[in-house]
């Protein structure tokens, strides 16, 4: 015999008040809200949490159906939900073609960014979670459930190279929705493509008492000339592999071009959202250069004679001489966080990836290894940076920049030390297969989770490896994929 309890205690308004369960035709409804159950279990309400519970013997099941559909389905129905919902899943996952380096880990990342991506836009949340802490105790606590511009191109050229074309058009259309409406751009929207404000829930101690809870996040009102890059080398992408960008598309991402061509020698806040003054991040102007760079490079391959692409090829090659001279500290020995600073800066990892220059340039190589002494607290875990950013506390190791190290070390020709790296990290999962954006040097996970750019940088990374000794892997694959369907 065994003893089954289920105890449902929704709490509307984040924790904030209670709920009346009443009767509601065959089922009960928590008053006030959508919430709906139907169960075969014999039911009470105790101050507000329900309680079902049965003792079945041997052969005897229970079902318990919960929702937001009035009125729930019927529990006769229970059964082929169960067997639906699991062979979508498994429909979906079959799509895959991808049977290259740690083709499992990157499947099931795939399912991880399937399940974070909204159907009715296409938007892809950063995590389900908000406020779960960095540092157990502290107060880097930030919501993140939004849409991230930084994702944009990984996930694109993710979702075509496994397979699942449908949703990078999807998520494509989505961003370029954004384009049209926001000018500037906002680094992250909802993911009904609006943000909200962010504040703090006094009620809620938080997890493991990380206080505050925040609700929206402040970030959307930051200067973060990074997101333009992203969101080109996304479009550049999505040309390449289909062939489909319309005019009325171009001119919104010509808009933004011109944008950087006129502002890029602006301080912004920088990739990592420091709540601080504006300075001359490295890699927001390396990602400017992506912009000005997959601008100029749409121009040629949509005929548009009429775009600037004289004068957006000098600012480009400027801000390259600029980044080169400004940004590389003779006496730190590597690329730095900002002009005229000596820190470290995870971010910079990327400068191989974007072509900004070749993995095995010295100054990249002498950046990557300044990068691990510096920020690393594990051999396969690399913290962001090191820089006073105005809040108290620390963090654990970033998973995005850990799996980029490996890209970037694959790029550099250093295969080996790559896939130690990246063995360690994917073992690092969780049992579920699940990455949380930070890990603690004794491997507690930290942040929100699971997390989508970590999972993204992990099948970026696994595809590197599969094509070790390609510079670049993901847009080579593009170009080779655009030229076969020509």
């Known amino acids: 015999m065994l003893r089954v309890r289920a105890e449902l205690t929704p709490r509307p308004g984040y924790g904030a008040r209670p709920v009346l369960w009443r009767r509601d035709g065959n089922g009960w409804h928590a008053d006030g809200t959508p919430l709906r159950l139907r169960t075969d279990l014999p039911v009470t309400v105790e101050d507000g949490t329900l309680v079902a519970e ?15 559909a009035d009125p729930v389905p019927a529990l006769a129905d229970a059964e082929e939900l169960t067997e639906r919902t699991a062979d979508s899943w498994r429909a979906w996952s079959a799509r895959g073609d991808y049977t290259g380096f740690a083709a499992g880990a990157v499947r099931h990342s795939a399912l991880v960014l399937r399940g974070l991506s909204y159907d009715e836009t296409g938007a892809l949340l950063a995590a389900p979670t908000t406020s779960l802490p960095e540092e157990i ?10 849409t991230w511009h930084r ?23 989505f961003l370029l929705g954004i384009c049209a409406r926001q000018h500037p751009l906002a680094p992250l929207v909802g993911i009904h493509g609006h943000a909200t404000e962010e504040r703090e829930l006094p009620h809620l101690s938080g997890y493991a008492g990380s206080a505050p809870v925040r609700v929206g996040n402040e970030a959307a009102n930051q200067i973060q000339f990074d997101t333009y890059g992203h969101i080109l080398d996304a479009a550049l992408a999505y040309q390449l592999l289909t062939g489909e960008l319309t005019g009325p598309q171009w001119a919104l991402l010509r808009r933004h071009v011109e944008t950087m061509a006129e502002r890029w020698r602006e301080p912004d806040h920088g990739v990592w959202e420091i709540r601080g003054p504006c300075r001359h991040y490295v890699y927001s102007k390396v990602m400017t250069w992506v912009c000005l760079d997959r601008g100029i490079r749409l121009a040629g391959l949509l005929g548009d004679g009429a775009a600037p692409v004289d004068r957006w090829r000098r600012e480009r090659d400027a801000l390259h001489a600029e980044v080169l001279d400004r940004g590389y500290d ?4 590597s690329f730095v966080m900002a002009y005229g600073g000596t820190e470290p800066d995870a971010s910079l990892l990327r400068m191989p990836l974007v072509g900004f220059l070749p993995g095995d340039d010295a100054r990249v190589v002498a950046t990557v290894e300044r990068i691990r ?3 690393a607290v594990a051999p396969d875990l690399i913290r962001r940076y090191r ?24 790029l550099a020709g250093r295969h080996g030390e790559a896939r130690d790296i990246f063995d360690r990290l994917a073992g690092r999962a969780g049992p579920l297969g699940l990455h949380p954006e930070e890990r603690a040097p004794d491997g507690t996970a930290l ?29 080579a694959w593009a170009e080779r994929s655009a030229a076969a369907a020509a």
């Open 373 to 375: 002494a510096d920020l």
């Open 54 to 68: 049965a003792e079945l013997r041997a052969g005897q099941d229970a079902t318990l159906l919960l929702g937001y």
């Open 387 to 410: 820089a006073d950013d105005g809040l108290p506390g620390t963090e654990g190791a970033f998973l995005l920049c850990s799996f980029e190290l490996v890209s970037a070390l694959v």
């Open 330 to 333: 003779e006496r730190a020995g």
């Open 137 to 146: 105790g502290g107060v880097r606590n930030w919501d993140y459930r939004f």
């Open 447 to 475: 942040g929100n989770f699971p997390q989508a750019f970590t999972h993204l940088a992990l099948i970026e990374a696994a595809l590197n490896l599969d094509s070790a000794g390609d510079r670049d892997a993901l847009h």
């Open 151 to 173: 994702d944009a191109a990984l996930l694109l050229l993710a979702l075509f190279r496994l397979g699942h074309a449908e949703e990078g058009r999807r998520y494509l259309r």
